[in-house]
């Protein structure tokens, strides 16, 4: 039996991890949002940690507002740099285990080989440069933890990709979305799959240690995008264009494909393929 945190409940990840956490009963979980444990506040760790006794930490917690942080820089570093640093200093001082998650977004993107997790990094927009800060945080404490990078997350809760696809694909004959982006979406319920796996097995893991993981495959957004209307059996055209038309603000990788092969030799989890996630996530959202 162990006392588990969750921070950053309420977002997509922390719902799929409540959902699959329920059927845990050898832990004992406690589920926060900025609300209940604001992880800005070292005060506020330190003592809900100490108080309920917390063995592991999984911060689903994040800024992840990737345009807004072009413009908004302070609060993106104080929530994925400095509060994941507070998260680290904590596990350091009670000799407990960290989760955290972090972005494909570190990497530049401008090569065309799936990334390694020991891949130089090179983040190129805010909230890049944030969670390579987050990153470097932990390293530093030299705490016991596991980073997980990811991509392209999407899920039943909260505002993602394939919902917003799923909506203006029903109100819309036509839509454009970017072609020459490429990258492995990841359905959060995967990843909290993982997490779960990597939490259970934590006695095996040294120090601290990265991984890469999204679902198997990889997409560019518009395949991505017509993948979601077939399964959705909608007739909105989807046009494809550049990364340059679209004009996003904040600078986004091409190349994002992760190379999964940490995750398969350490444990034994089957990664699904990115196209059966999206039907199994799309399923639910259908019985909501
Ligand atoms: N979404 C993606 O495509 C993607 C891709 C790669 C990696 N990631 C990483 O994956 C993780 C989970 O992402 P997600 O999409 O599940 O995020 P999300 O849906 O935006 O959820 C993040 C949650 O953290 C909360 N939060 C913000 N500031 C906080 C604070 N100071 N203390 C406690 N909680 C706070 C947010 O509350 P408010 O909503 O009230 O701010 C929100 O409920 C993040 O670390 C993110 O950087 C995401």
């Keep these: 039996m162990g006392n588990i945190l969750i921070t950053g409940a309420n977002g997509q990840l922390g719902c799929c991890l409540r959902d699959l956490s329920h059927g845990d009963e050898r832990n004992r979980y406690f ?3 900025v609300d209940e444990l604001d992880i800005t506040s070292l005060d506020q760790v330190e003592d809900y940690v100490s108080k309920h006794d917390i063995e592991v930490i999984i911060n689903a917690a994040g800024y992840t507002a990737v345009d807004k942080a ?9 929530i ?32 065309d080989v799936p990334h390694k997790p020991d891949d130089p990094i090179n983040p190129q927009s805010v909230y890049g440069k944030s969670k390579a800060a987050g990153e470097q945080a932990i390293l530093e404490a030299d705490c016991h933890a596991v980073i997980i990078r990811t991509s392209w997350l999407y899920s039943e809760y909260g505002g993602n990709f394939v919902k917003t696809m799923l909506r203006l694909g029903r109100e819309k004959e036509e839509l454009r979305v970017v072609d020459d982006q490429i990258g492995g ?24 240690k990265i991984y890469h993981f ?17 399964n959705a059996s909608l007739s909105c055209k989807v046009m494809p264009i550049s990364t340059a038309e679209y004009g996003a603000a ?5 190349f994002s494909v992760f190379d999964l092969s940490a995750v398969n030799q350490d444990f034994s989890f089957e990664i699904p393929h990115w196209r059966d996630s999206l039907q199994k996530c799309m399923q639910k959202l259908s019985n909501q």
């Design 31 to 33: 589920y926060t949002d």
């Design 214 to 230: 999204a679902d198997q495959g990889a997409v560019s957004w518009c395949d991505f995008a017509r993948q979601i209307m077939r």
């Design 70 to 78: 072009e413009q908004d820089e302070e609060r993106c570093f104080q």
């Design 250 to 254: 904040a600078p986004r990788p091409a």
């Design 80 to 111: 994925n740099a400095e509060a994941t640093r507070n998260l680290a200093q904590v596990t350091k001082r009670h000799e407990i285990f960290l989760v955290h998650i972090s972005t494909d977004y570190v990497f530049e993107g401008n090569l």
């Design 185 to 208: 979406p990841t359905y959060a319920g995967d990843l909290a799959q993982l997490i779960l796996t990597i939490m259970r097995q934590r006695d095996f893991i040294e120090g601290t």
